[in-house]
């Protein structure tokens, strides 16, 4: 599924004319029994790499 959810992401945001800083990774993670979805996508941004906050 994240392949799929991968390739319909890069195709929206080339459309979108977005442009990312770093990689984008999606991370899908099985919901608990007790909801009505099966999976939370979760997303965080990277630090770019060699640069200080």
Known sequence: MAPTLTGQM???TAE??????G???IDLRPAP???AVQF???SR?????????
């Not at 979108?16 to 800083?21: H, I, R």
């Open 23 to 25: 990689p984008v990774t």
């Open 10 to 12: 890069r195709r929206h």
């Open 40 to 42: 939370h996508i979760h």
């Open 45 to 53: 941004i990277a630090p770019a790499k060699g640069r200080e906050s």
């Open 33 to 35: 029994a007790d909801t």
């Open 16 to 21: 979108q004319g977005y442009a990312f800083a």
